[in-house]
């Protein structure tokens, strides 16, 4: 069983969907940290700026709503494609 997982594990790492997946995500993360730090750099607050304060979950905006509603789609990409695969090239009778 664990050598079925480590060699899923590494198909996985070799997807370019993996990496694509990984890139949505760092950029609308990216995107969100911009977002925030350009408005908080304007307000004067008693409160400093930290990571904990401007996470994704605390500010509510589109971006955030755009993360989350992506989130279940990055996820399944890679390992989706990877089923695909397995389907055409009848892989999965092999791990049967």
């Excluded at 089923?83 to 791990?95: E, P, Q, V």
Aim: glycine share 2%.
């Amino acid at each position: 069983m664990s050598i079925l997982l480590a060699v899923q594990f590494s198909r996985l790492l070799h997807s370019k969907f993996f990496y694509i997946s990984i890139l949505i995500g760092c950029f609308i993360t990216m995107a969100h940290f911009l977002q925030t730090t350009s408005i908080s750099t304007n307000e004067t607050s008693i409160i400093p700026n930290s990571a904990y304060l401007l996470w994704l979950n605390v500010s509510m905006s589109e971006i955030v709503n755009m993360f989350f509603m992506m989130l279940p789609i990055l996820a399944v990409l890679p390992f989706s494609t990877q089923l695909l695969i397995d389907k055409k090239t009848k892989y999965h009778h092999l791990m049967i």
